[in-house]
């Protein structure tokens, strides 16, 4: 008998190596600050989720050729950065957080990441039912890049305290954190695009843009 069990799938970009670099930097320190390691422990790529959908195991041919059929419909919704060899340039803004659970490295929305959340959803949700909590569909979509995830209140203050006392005031992202020590990016290459089980997290596909 066929397992109707669904599970969450996730659509997503990733960055230049130079750019996951810091970033994989700014986790460890949060790490260590807060004590969740969940990021690292699941070995958790720097990425920005465009979508998520829910599907049986029987439907994830049909996803994947979907998910095709995004990467080949992105490149008409984006403004490349001319003579480039990446898909997008992106833009962070400053440091926020979810519901004092989740830490966050908050990319500029602009036109280029809400035509690909617009298009991702147009091809999805007519076979897909869209997963956690519909909170990436395009009316409510926020990107985000996780820095730590799944905190208790205690964790969360420690995260927020440590961001303080780096000198990451009222969210504003500095060019160097004190002490040098955690240097953050302001902009980004996007180079990939990923399909991936959510729960335990694992790699279907990636695509390198060209």
């Known amino acids: 008998m066929e397992n109707l069990q669904k599970q969450t799938y996730a659509v997503t970009l990733y960055f230049d190596s130079d750019t996951t670099s810091k970033i994989k930097g700014l986790v460890s320190e949060f790490s ?15 990425h920005v989720t465009l979508g998520a959908f829910h599907c049986t195991q029987s439907e994830v041919p049909h996803l994947k050729k979907l998910f095709h059929d995004f990467y080949e419909r ?3 919704f984006v403004n490349s950065v001319k003579d480039s060899k990446c898909f997008l340039k992106m833009d962070f803004s400053s440091i926020d957080s979810f519901l004092d659970k989740v830490i966050f490295l908050k990319p500029v929305m602009d036109e280029n990441l809400r035509s690909l959340n617009r298009c991702l959803h147009d091809i999805m949700l007519p076979y897909f039912e869209s997963g956690d909590n519909r909170n990436y569909i395009p009316e409510r979509w926020c990107a985000h890049v996780a820095l730590a995830v799944k905190l208790s209140h205690e964790q969360f203050e420690k995260g927020m305290s440590f961001l303080k006392e780096c000198g990451v005031l ?12 955690v240097i953050l990016p302001h902009s980004a ?3 990939s695009m990923g399909l991936a089980l ?6 279907l596909e990636r695509i390198c843009y060209e």
């Open 198 to 203: 959510c729960h335990p997290f694992t790699e």
């Open 170 to 181: 009222n969210g504003a992202v500095p060019e160097v954190m004190s002490g040098g020590s």
């Open 74 to 76: 992105s490149f008409d």
């Open 32 to 46: 260590r600050v807060t004590g969740s390691d969940f990021l690292i422990k699941n070995n958790v790529t720097p």
């Open 189 to 191: 290459d996007v180079v």
